[in-house]
């Protein structure tokens, strides 16, 4: 029986289908990103000087959580900065939260990871990026130059490790004041002395601190004492503090003193007389320049004065 190599159109159909569905697996599978096909995005570019290994297919990333994907990277070099021209899709849900002031850059899954896109939110209170408007990317940081700056550190560390082996090498030497310090017992007996005296002047303060205290307790003694005293009409002060007799007396003397003092200073009286008469003054002043010339005479010339006569 001979058979047929004819394929019948029903067939065809189904493989035709099927075909079609594992096509747009796979293209969904490359350039879905993470999200579904069917959803609404928006599409948007960027300009980097390097992309350190970025694809198409690559995400996009907002707060951490996967909202896109890349779908083109080619260089444009527009300029030094703006080289390679990278377009991104991410969910339309998301848009609101690309404003005026939001930026892109490229970040890395991992240390040496794939690559994608992170889309730094703007402010909320600035207007929303168009669609297909061009969105500021950042520097991405270049891997051999951290490296760099990685080996620059490590040589500086080698160097200070190298200058601490030295001091230490130094010190244990005894060179230089560090090193006396750690091999001269010296310096540690003259500061056990020097503590040891420390010590003995702190023991005197204490000393010194404690007599003082019981000076001020003795005189606080001897006060409350004085001052029970004085409440108890005890006394000379207690009792010119209590008795207004004595206060009375005492008033009445300073009247009668300084009625006398008034009537010295208006001239009555003898006291007057000779504080306020300057001629009372010189004649007695004369007088008594007159009686020293009188005694300095009879002491040289006694015979003068006293005559004796036996018979």
């Not at 907002?62 to 080619?74: D, F, M, R």
């Not at 007996?189 to 205290?213: C, H, P, W, Y």
């Not at 010295?264 to 006291?271: F, K, L, P, R, Y």
């Not at 007695?284 to 320049?289: D, E, F, G, P, S």
């Amino acid at each position: 029986m001979k058979r047929t190599t004819k394929i019948k159109w029903g067939e065809l159909k189904v493989g035709l289908l099927i075909a079609g569905a594992i096509a747009v697996l796979l293209w969904a599978s490359f350039s879905g990103g993470g999200t579904s096909i069917f959803d609404a995005k928006v599409s948007y570019k960027t300009y980097f000087e390097n992309v350190n290994g970025l694809v198409t297919g690559s995400p996009v990333w907002i707060a951490g959580l996967e909202v896109g994907n890349v779908y083109s990277v080619k260089i444009v070099n527009l300029d030094p900065i703006r080289r390679v021209e990278v377009k991104f899709r991410i969910l339309q849900s998301v848009q609101e939260m690309v404003t005026a002031d939001a930026t892109v850059k490229v970040g890395t899954i991992g240390f040496i990871g794939d690559k994608y896109i992170e889309v730094i939110p703007g402010s909320t209170d600035l207007p929303v990026f168009e669609e297909g408007s061009e969105i500021p990317g950042q520097r991405p940081s270049d891997l051999g130059e951290m490296f760099g700056q990685g080996a620059d550190a490590m040589q500086s560390v080698q160097d200070v490790a190298a200058n601490l082996a030295e001091i230490t090498d130094r010190m244990k030497k005894g060179q230089g004041s560090a090193g006396k310090i750690f091999t001269d017992d010296t310096l540690y007996n003259e500061m056990t002395r020097m503590l040891t005296a420390l010590t003995a002047l702190i023991g005197e303060f204490q000393d010194s601190q404690k007599k003082i205290v019981s000076s001020i307790e003795s005189v606080s003694s001897n006060l409350d004492d004085i001052s029970t005293k004085i409440n108890n009409h005890e006394g000379s002060l207690g009792k010119f503090v209590a008795e207004p007799e004595l206060y009375d007396n005492l008033r009445t003397s300073t009247g009668r003193i300084d009625s006398i003092l008034a009537k010295i200073n208006s001239g009555q009286g003898t006291a007057g007389a000779m504080v306020n008469d300057a001629e009372l003054y010189e004649e007695i002043k004369n007088l008594v320049v007159r009686v020293e010339n009188l005694v300095t005479d009879i002491e040289k010339n006694p015979k003068k004065y006293l005559k004796f006569s036996i018979f």
